[in-house]
RNA sequence: GCGCCUGUAGCUCAGCUGGAUAGAGCAACGGACUUCUAAUCCGUAGGUCGCAGGUUCGAAUCCUGCCAGGCGUACCA
């Protein structure tokens, strides 16, 4: 509908240039908004007071050449004419627009034949992009701050998909390197422990229980005599297995939590490959990257970095840092035009240098992007709960899926903004009330589609699902023309999703969304005595409906049937 | 010290590519079920938008400087 408006002030602002009326043809940047008072009208432009340079005349007087210029319009295009009721000069020099209620109407239908593709948009122009996330080390399970940052990964993927981009979603498996091998040294010494040796834990070791029950299940596959064996060999079978079996724990729970991805990269995989050492040939050729100290540096401080930053260690060990350029080198090898990683915020120090090595290898920096997301404060009762990860105590995903369930767990982490950090209350979450956001929305796809089937039942409709909307003209109470124009927004809302890759938008659009319906519903039937009208109702509820779930699968929140 | 994020109603937060009287939920108080699900709705009350300057016709929104909180500042991951 807005672009609707915007066309009319273009023509509006040609006309007055051809018939001499505005002596510039120069458009300045305008707004056309939705004033949030409706005396105000439907929608409403600034285009006067930002043009009162260019024209050289005062806001009002631009805005009364305006009205006059489209109501001449209006008496040339019949679509224009169906479309405005008046047109008004407001405050400094608002021109505003009333639309009339049929303007409206025609939305319903669109959503109505559009069905699961209402609110898609074509803005991604199919471009190629990879939302990387979670990629948790595989040496134990996922925790609170892992869940959040894969239902914001998995939700951004989703609306960039359906914004019309082409997107991959990606998990990096961290299996090389030190933490592997402190997770096969820390099976070995349980294993040690259970088999009767007095060994003191060290302190850098992982604590878990899960630790010792890897080291049962080894002990039990392998026999007694395992222990006696070679000790660098048991190690790294410790190692291999238990990385293993907490991967498989990992993809076990996302899936749980709804979560699935399109690829799972393996870090071993570039080392294996050649890649990291080609990446540091290509940089070192190129002298971003010098020996110092019997290290090897890459230069990130010509990229804005605060320090130059070692990749191979005087040691000869590569560092994480190594292996993520080449990681990063490669997604673009693979045709990415852009690439977005979603990080705990305790790693922000880290976007600097992947950046630097972005740019240095001639990609622009606008085509690596990093969400980061806030930490997570896990609450029960509203009393923090504490989490002590040195004893490896600690909240695991799989424990709050279990006890709220996936849909409000995923809900709640998306109510916020990641910008902020969240608060996470587990009897909160749990509850079947209006504290928890996640039925009120789920509530309204329920009881919709309870009022469809009653419908069917008295055979006003022959299925509760139709694509075309009837008597639409005798929508016509302020509650459903403010209904519909929610319906309307929700395609600006997936696109400004998309844009500032922030899915809270959604979140945020749904509860207008779904308040704007519970009011309806308490003031209005949809089913009564006069059949045309109930035709209509069931029309725009269903549109609700449609919406509803669309918006919900962005968030992969599932839209119940009944509850 | 430096970097990133945050500061809006008692609480949790939207609004931040500048617009006309700053919103929602919770908590508080008062109402609405003979009805298509009350997991709902309606009403009342509640605010120096951290502080101070600046830009602008217009600032919660942009700029600068302070103040407060969180996180980070390794040849760790």
Redesign the pocket.
């Known amino acids: 509908m807005k672009h609707k408006i915007r066309k009319i002030v273009l023509d509006a602002a040609q006309k007055g240039f051809e018939n001499g009326v505005l002596p510039s043809s120069q458009i300045p940047e305008m ?1 056309i ?1 939705e ?3 409706s ?3 439907d929608f ?1 432009t ?1 285009f006067a ?2 043009s009162a340079g260019i024209q050289k005349m005062p806001p009002r007087k631009i805005a009364q050449t305006m009205v006059q210029l489209i109501e001449t319009l209006g008496k040339t295009s019949e679509e224009t004419a169906s479309l405005i009721e008046k047109v008004e000069i ?3 020099g ?1 021109i ?1 627009f009333f639309l009339s209620k049929e303007a409206w109407h025609p939305v319903v239908d669109r959503i109505l034949e559009q069905d699961k593709k209402y609110g898609a948009s074509d803005m991604g122009k199919n471009e190629k992009v990879q939302v990387e996330f979670v990629s948790a ?1 595989p040496t134990g399970p996922l925790h609170v701050g892992h869940g959040r940052g894969a239902a914001v990964g998995d939700s951004v993927g989703n609306i960039l998909g359906f914004a019309g981009f082409d997107v991959q979603k990606e998990y990096y498996i ?1 299996d090389s ?3 592997i091998r402190t997770l096969g040294t820390s099976v070995w010494l349980r294993l040690l422990q259970k088999s009767g040796k007095e060994i003191e834990f060290p302190d850098d070791c992982y604590k878990g229980d899960y630790i010792k029950e890897l080291a049962c299940e080894i002990l039990e596959k392998e026999g007694k005599g395992f222990v006696q064996g070679d000790e660098k060999e048991a190690i790294a079978l410790c190692a291999k297995f238990a990385a293993k079996k907490i991967l498989k724990g990992i993809k076990e729970d996302l899936s749980s939590f709804g979560v699935t991805f399109d690829q799972w990269f393996s870090e071993q995989s570039l080392y294996d490959s050649g890649r990291v050492q080609k990446a540091i040939d290509d940089f070192t050729s190129k002298d971003l990257i010098y020996k ?4 090897l540096w890459f230069r990130t401080q010509d990229f804005g970095d ?1 320090k130059n930053r ?1 990749v191979v ?3 000869g ?1 590569t ?2 840092f190594a292996s993520d350029i080449a990681y990063h080198m490669e997604k673009y090898d693979r045709g990415f035009d852009k690439v977005i990683d979603v990080w705990g ?6 976007i600097k240098r992947i950046d630097a090595s972005v740019v240095a290898q001639g990609k622009k920096s606008s085509q690596f992007e990093v969400i ?1 997301v ?2 997570v404060n896990l609450l029960r009762g509203g009393k923090p709960f504490q989490m002590s990860t040195r004893a490896g105590e600690f909240v695991t995903l799989k424990d709050i899926v279990d006890e709220v369930g996936k849909d409000a767990a995923r809900f709640m982490f998306l109510s ?2 990641y ?5 996470f209350d587990l009897e909160l979450a749990k509850q ?4 928890n ?1 996640v ?2 929305v789920q ?1 309204v796809h ?2 919709i ?3 469809l089937l ?1 419908a069917k039942q008295e055979n006003i409709i022959q299925s509760i699902d139709f694509n075309k909307g009837k008597n639409l003209n005798l929508l016509t109470t302020v509650e459903e023309i403010n209904l519909i124009k929610i319906l309307d927004t929700f395609k600006a809302n997936v696109e ?1 999703s998309a844009q500032t890759l ?1 899915p ?2 959604i979140f ?1 659009y749904l ?1 207008t969304l779904a ?1 704007a319906f ?2 309806y ?7 009564t005595e006069n059949r045309r009208q109930t035709l209509a109702r069931l029309s725009l509820v269903l549109g609700v409906k449609k919406v509803i779930r669309n918006g919900l699968a962005l968030l992969g929140v599932n839209a119940p049937e ?2």
């Open positions: 707004e908004e004033p949030r008072i005396s105000h009208g409403s600034n007071m930002v407001a405050g400094p608002f505003n080390n961290n390197g030190r933490q110092e100290d019997g290290a605060e070692v260690r005087n040691n060990l560092t994480y915020a305790d790693h922000h120090g880290y980061l806030q930490l916020r903004s910008d902020s950090g969240l608060d079947k009330n209006s504290n956001p039925y009120y509530y329920a009881r589609t309870g009022i009653k400004k922030h809270h938008i945020t509860m308040s519970h009011g519903y308490n003031k209005h039937k949809v089913i009944r509850m």
